[in-house]
């Protein structure tokens, strides 16, 4: 049985209802990624299910309890999450930041030795040392984003919720992250929810995937089942060869045209043999003369 869970969940803005009865159960100990277009859901999903939103209609159960039901302090220290754009009190520091993840843990207001040192170690793997002084303001995009990341860490979960971890990172911090979360739960056996636009990512990192498409889920499984050709063209609305990792089998994709239903009166370059002229006019630099 899973700890955490959706039943019927309807979730809305105002008059909009975004995501439609919903049921959707995040696998305890594993890694699952929420793949899906720009505005298909998937922060709103998360933020639901993480007791930041209400639900319409409909509940999250996290231990059998309704979790809109329950005190904040007593979800967040199951549930951390990591929103999309979340945003610091002007002059805060990263360490100030980062000790905001030990609330839940705080009896007194002052932080204890163990307090301190988890947020050192919150600090230390997401490579924050030289910054933990400055104002988050301050920082770049990918600095801010592991600050934050580090906060959520410190907050010491069993379950993790990230909305876009390793956007504005580059590619070796995007690793970095992707590492840490995969050792968090190979060792610790953390619950992990993460939404990530890379697919490739979500493949090699995710035991589940969950693919969204106006707010309902048209595919789930392990990357094997989602990452086919007739998901992608689905959910994303693209064309895509699917090959293999060379190191661990699992499916990556390598997307080459839109789908016929996005097209807007470009012709698909042929699936296989040399390559073409890409859509728009352009020639792939490995054909050029
Ligand atoms: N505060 C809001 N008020 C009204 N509508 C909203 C609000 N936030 C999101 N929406 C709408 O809800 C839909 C789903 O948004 P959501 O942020 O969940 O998408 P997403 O899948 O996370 O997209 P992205 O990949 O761009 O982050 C979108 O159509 C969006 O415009
Ligand atoms: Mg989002």
């Not at 050792?183 to 056996?189: A, F, M, Q, T, V």
Request: negative net charge.
């Amino acid at each position: 049985m899973e700890r955490l869970y959706t039943q019927q969940l309807d979730v809305g803005y105002a008059e909009s209802l975004i995501v439609k009865n919903l049921n959707l159960a995040v696998p305890t100990g594993k890694i699952t990624a929420l793949v899906g277009s720009n505005g298909s859901g998937k922060s709103t999903i998360l933020k639901t299910m993480a007791r930041l939103m209400k639900p319409k209609a409909g509940t999250v159960l996290l231990d059998g309890k309704t979790i809109h039901e329950q005190p904040t302090k007593e979800v967040a220290k199951q549930l951390a999450i990591l929103p999309q754009n979340p945003t610091a009190p002007e002059g805060l520091t990263v360490f100030e930041l980062i000790s905001y993840g030990r609330f839940p843990h705080q009896k007194r207001f002052s932080l204890t030795r163990e307090d301190r040192e988890v947020i050192q170690w919150a600090i230390r793997v997401t490579g924050m040392e030289a910054f933990s002084d400055r104002p988050v303001d301050q920082l770049s995009g990918g600095q801010r984003q592991r600050a934050w990341i580090a906060m959520a860490l410190a907050q010491q979960t069993d379950i993790l919720f990230l909305d876009e971890p390793t956007t504005f990172l580059d590619m070796a911090h995007q690793l970095e992250v992707l590492q840490l979360l995969h050792k968090l739960n190979r060792e610790e056996g953390r619950t992990i929810v993460m939404v990530v636009h890379d697919l490739n990512h979500a493949s090699r990192y995710a035991h589940h995937i969950v693919a969204i498409k106006s707010g309902t889920v048209v595919s789930e499984g392990s990357p094997q089942q989602v990452m086919t050709k007739e998901v992608l063209r689905e959910v994303f609305g693209i064309e895509a060869d699917i090959l293999y990792d060379p190191r661990t089998g699992v499916p990556l994709c390598l997307p080459f045209a839109l789908a016929a239903s996005r097209e807007h009166g470009h012709a698909a370059p042929p699936e296989t043999g040399e390559p073409a002229e890409i859509a728009d006019g352009t020639v792939p630099l490995t054909s050029a003369t």
